[in-house]
T-cell receptor, first 113, second 112 residues
Framework: AQTVTQSQPEMSVQEAETVTLSCTYDTSENNYYLFWYKQPPSRQMILVIRQEAYKQQNATENRFSVNFQKAAKSFSLKISDSQLGDTAMYFCAFMTTGNQFYFGTGTSLTVIP | NAGVTQTPKFQVLKTGQSMTLQCAQDMNHEYMSWYRQDPGMGLRLIHYSVGAGITDQGEVPNGYNVSRSTTEDFPLRLLSAAPSQTSVYFC???????????FGPGTRLTVT
């Protein structure tokens, strides 16, 4: 069975500080894709960052970067220089070669001014 | 481009009623999918399609039907609504190889 676990239901961070959201997953496949999505109060799901499992280099996208540890099946998201607009639910997800997506239960992040 | 559109935005149904949630995308994406989002459960895949005429079941398909007659449209049918289907429904589309999902705005469905 494919599962995604986000063990931090809620987190907070001071504006301009750095925060790391954790995600672990379980799959028997070797090739897959990993994602972080953001869901602000507007409810719209927005792609934050993507990582291909066959790439060892960690993906970065401006203030967002990941720490991908394939052997440990870990995929954490680091947000640097946190901004008020980063307040949202964050979902970790992965897609298997069977074209199915699996999402975690989310981490609610609050950026404190 | 409008991206992914969903109608309606809100819907209230009585138990046993049927209805169709509409989803359309104008990005020529081959992959389309439906999810439900429940509190504390994240998003769960209901059905997905990798192209016109091809559909498959996701994690929670029971009580839902889909079809994909065109690349653009992927409607979700509730055959006989039940209170357990009260949820927020998201449609998404994507293109290969990772099919990263572009989401619609969601439909909040309440079944009484």
């Amino acid at each position: 069975a494919q599962t995604v676990t986000q063990s931090q239901p809620e987190m907070s961070v001071q504006e301009a500080e750095t925060v790391t959201l954790s995600c672990t997953y379980d799959t028997s496949e070797n090739n897959y894709y990993l994602f972080w999505y953001k869901q602000p109060p507007s409810r719209q799901m927005i792609l934050v960052i993507r990582q291909e499992a066959y790439k060892q280099q960690n993906a970065t996208e401006n203030r967002f970067s990941v720490n991908f540890q394939k052997a440990a099946k870990s995929f954490s998201l680091k947000i640097s220089d946190s901004q008020l607009g980063d307040t949202a639910m964050y979902f970790c997800a992965f897609m298997t070669t069977g074209n199915q997506f699996y999402f975690g239960t989310g981490t609610s992040l609050t950026v404190i001014p | 481009n409008a991206g992914v559109t969903q109608t309606p935005k809100f819907q209230v149904l009585k138990t046993g009623q049927s209805m169709t949630l509409q989803c359309a995308q104008d990005m020529n994406h081959e992959y389309m999918s439906w999810y439900r989002q429940d509190p504390g459960m994240g998003l769960r895949l209901i059905h997905y399609s990798v192209g016109a005429g091809i559909t498959d079941q996701g994690e929670v398909p029971n009580g839902y039907n889909v079809s994909r007659s065109t690349t653009e449209d992927f409607p979700l049918r509730l055959l006989s609504a039940a209170p357990s289907q009260t949820s927020v429904y998201f449609c998404a589309s994507g293109t290969g190889p990772s099919y990263e999902q572009y989401f619609g705005p969601g439909t909040r469905l309440t079944v009484t």
